[in-house]
């Protein structure tokens, strides 16, 4: 069975320091990965998505990046954190090319002080 | 206009209640209809999914989908203190990459 890794699980960084988040999937192949971002009380939103390795595609301009270095690994990376950087952050993967949906992580907590 | 329009409450009903949750969208174009519920501090997990129009039942459960009036429902019979918790309606097509969710509503039901 198809199992997604997510953490840490909490983290509190202070401004200014880099960020990296780390995502694995186990049990498929080739997944289209997605980093989600939400806020206190808000929606989802969509930061990043890849439908293959070292493919990236940004849906909002910001102080992250991501990178696929692997087929099942998702990294979500800072290199000077900001306070509005501070939620709850979430990867997912999705069968690449079948509309089942998505499986999402367990999320990082994050804030930044 | 947003493509998917969804009430955030918050939502507030005694248990044992019917509870009906809603979405309109836009784009006539959506083929794949979910509904994901998350928990408090938790990742949103996948409760329903239908496709194109009609209902769809999972024991308390059930998912509506009318695609004339681009409107989707989730109906809870006997809603439990457990139900309590948000739920995401997302909608997409075929060959699409991504999903669109909309921004939840979160739903409390009381002892």
């Known amino acids: 069975s198809q199992t997604i890794h997510q953490w840490p699980a909490t983290l509190v960084q202070p401004v200014g320091s880099p960020l990296s988040l780390e995502c694995t999937v186990e049990?498929?192949?080739?997944?289209?990965l997605y980093w989600y971002r939400q806020a206190a009380g808000r929606g989802l939103q969509l930061l990043f998505y890849?439908?293959?390795?070292?493919?990236i595609s940004s849906e909002v301009p910001q102080n992250l990046s991501a990178s696929r270095p692997q087929d099942r690994q998702f990294i979500l990376s800072s290199k000077k954190l900001l306070l509005s950087d501070s939620g709850f952050y979430l990867c997912?993967?999705?069968?690449?090319?079948?509309?089942?949906?998505?499986?999402f992580g367990s999320g990082t907590r994050l804030t930044v002080v | 206009q947003k493509e998917v329009e969804q009430d955030p409450g918050p939502l507030s009903v005694p248990e044992g209640a019917i509870v009906s949750l809603n979405c309109t969208y836009s784009n006539s174009a959506f083929q794949y209809f979910m509904w994901y519920r998350q928990y408090s501090r938790k990742g949103p997990e996948l409760l329903m999914y239908?496709?194109?129009?009609g209902n769809k039942e999972d024991g308390r459960f059930t998912a509506q989908v009318d695609k004339s009036s681009k409107y989707i429902s989730l109906f809870i019979r006997d809603s439990q203190p457990s139900d309590s918790a948000t739920y995401l309606c997302?909608?997409?097509?075929?060959?699409?990459?991504?999903?669109?969710f909309g921004q939840g509503t979160r739903l409390t039901i009381n002892p």
């Open positions: 997912a993967w999705q069968i690449s090319g079948i509309n089942y949906g998505y499986t």
């Open positions: 997302a909608l997409t097509f075929q060959g699409a990459q991504k999903l669109v």
């Open positions: 239908t496709y194109s129009s």
């Open positions: 049990g498929t192949s080739n997944p289209n």
């Open positions: 890849s439908v293959g390795i070292g493919q």
